[in-house]
Nanobody, 121 residues
Framework: QVQLVESGGGLVQAGESLTLSCRVSGSAFTMNAAAWYRQAPGKQRELVAVMSSGGRVHVDDSVKGRFIISRDNAKNTLYLQMISLKPEDTAVYYC???????????????WGQGTQVTVSS
């Protein structure tokens, strides 16, 4: 059973930065694509960014140029560097493992508890 533990969230002001981490247990991390999702209050969970096992990246247009996804396979950890944060980035951020065909990400690992990001104006 894969376990995912997200961390790094917090309360920041608009324009500031945060870096999220997702630590993944087991050996599945290096073989799978990994993604960040977020869920704002009253809204559906949405895909933010994906990185394949080979390093291919997809970033949603809403965060393109501000969010950078990366991974350290030696540490079984996925990162999301977020700069120039906006109030609309406020959400709980989750990571997941899955498959990625360069267009669509198919999560298959379940979810961690998430990490709250709150951006004040």
């Amino acid at each position: 059973q894969v376990q995912l533990v997200e961390s790094g969230g917090g309360l920041v002001q608009a324009g500031e930065s945060l870096t999220l981490s997702c630590r993944v247990s087991g050996s599945a991390f290096t073989m799978n694509a990994a993604a960040w999702y977020r869920q704002a209050p009253g809204k559906q969970r949405e895909l933010v960014a994906v990185m394949s096992s080979g390093g291919r990246v997809h970033v949603d247009d809403s965060v393109k140029g501000r969010f950078i996804i990366s991974r350290d396979n030696a540490k079984n950890t996925l990162y999301l560097q977020m700069i120039s944060l906006k109030p609309e980035d406020t959400a709980v951020y989750y990571c997941s493992l899955g498959s990625f065909d360069a267009i669509t990400f198919y999560p298959n690992s379940g979810w961690g508890q998430g990490t709250q990001v709150t951006v004040s104006s």
